[in-house]
C-alpha cells in the first residue's frame, strides 16, 4: 500500500474532524475530499474508527518525538520545563474541543490512549524534578512525585474537552 496515499487520507481525516468533530464526519466525506473511493479509503483503514486512531497515533508518536527532545535538553530547569510546557501546549492547541469531545464520547478506547500516554510522559518529570533537587535549583523538601501527580492531574484536566470548551 501506498504511505503517502495512506498520509494524504490521515491529513484529509484531520482537517475534518478538527473542523466539525468526528461524529459529523463520515468516511464517504472522507473518501470524496480526498478524491478516492470508499472502497479505496478502506483498503488503507477498516473502519472510521481505526482512522481515528491511526490519526492519534501518528498525533502521539510526533508529540513523543518532541518531548524526547524537550526531556534531554541538558540546561537548567526552567528551561527543560518550559520546553516540556510548550511541547504539550502545541498538542493541545493542535486538537479542537469539538475532535476531542466526540473521541471522548464515541470512541472512549482512543481517547484514553491520549490521557495514558499523558500521564506515562509526564511521570518523566519525576526524575527531571529530582536531579534539579540534586543541582540545588529545586527546593529539596518538595516531594517530587507528589508535584508531579499535582501536574498531571492539572494537564488531564485541561486536556478534558469540556474544560476546553468551557474556556474557548
Same mark, same amino acid.
Given at each position: 500500500? *501506498? +504511505?503517502?496515499?495512506?498520509?494524504?487520507?490521515?491529513?484529509?481525516? =484531520?482537517?475534518? =474532524? *478538527?473542523?466539525? @468533530?468526528?461524529?459529523?464526519? &463520515? &468516511?464517504?466525506? %472522507?473518501?470524496?475530499?480526498? @478524491?478516492?473511493?470508499?472502497?479505496?479509503?478502506?483498503?488503507?483503514?477498516?473502519?472510521?474508527?481505526?482512522?481515528? +486512531?491511526?490519526?492519534?497515533?501518528?498525533?502521539?508518536?510526533?508529540?513523543?518525538?518532541?518531548?524526547?527532545?524537550?526531556?534531554? /535538553?541538558?540546561?537548567?530547569?526552567?528551561?527543560?520545563?518550559?520546553? %516540556?510546557?510548550?511541547?504539550?501546549?502545541?498538542?493541545?492547541?493542535?486538537?479542537?474541543?469539538?475532535?476531542?469531545?466526540? /473521541?471522548?464520547?464515541? &470512541?472512549?478506547?482512543?481517547f484514553?490512549?491520549?490521557?495514558?500516554?499523558?500521564?506515562?510522559?509526564?511521570? @518523566?518529570?519525576?526524575? /527531571?524534578?529530582?536531579?534539579?533537587?540534586?543541582? @540545588?535549583?529545586?527546593?529539596?523538601?518538595?516531594?517530587?512525585?507528589?508535584?508531579?501527580?499535582?501536574?498531571?492531574?492539572?494537564?488531564q484536566?485541561?486536556?478534558?474537552?469540556?474544560? /476546553?470548551?468551557r474556556?474557548?
Open positions: 500500500m *501506498n +504511505d503517502d496515499a495512506r498520509d494524504e487520507i490521515l491529513e484529509t481525516a =484531520f482537517d475534518l =474532524f *478538527n473542523r466539525r @468533530g468526528y461524529r459529523s464526519v &463520515t &468516511t464517504d466525506e %472522507i473518501a470524496r475530499r480526498r @478524491g478516492i473511493s470508499k472502497r479505496t479509503l478502506y483498503q488503507y483503514f477498516a473502519s472510521k474508527e481505526d482512522l481515528a +486512531d491511526a490519526l492519534v497515533s501518528r498525533i502521539l508518536e510526533r508529540t513523543h518525538s518532541k518531548l524526547d527532545a524537550a526531556f534531554s /535538553l541538558q540546561r537548567d530547569f526552567p528551561t527543560t520545563f518550559g520546553a %516540556i510546557l510548550r511541547v504539550v501546549s502545541e498538542a493541545f492547541s493542535a486538537l479542537s474541543p469539538i475532535f476531542l469531545e466526540d /473521541l471522548e464520547r464515541y &470512541t472512549p478506547a482512543v484514553a490512549r491520549i490521557t495514558s500516554f499523558r500521564e506515562q510522559r509526564m511521570r @518523566g518529570l519525576s526524575s /527531571l524534578l529530582r536531579d534539579a533537587q540534586a543541582q @540545588g535549583s529545586v527546593r529539596p523538601d518538595v516531594p517530587a512525585e507528589v508535584a508531579v501527580d499535582f501536574l498531571i492531574a492539572a494537564v484536566e485541561i486536556g478534558r474537552p469540556e474544560w /476546553l470548551v474556556k474557548g
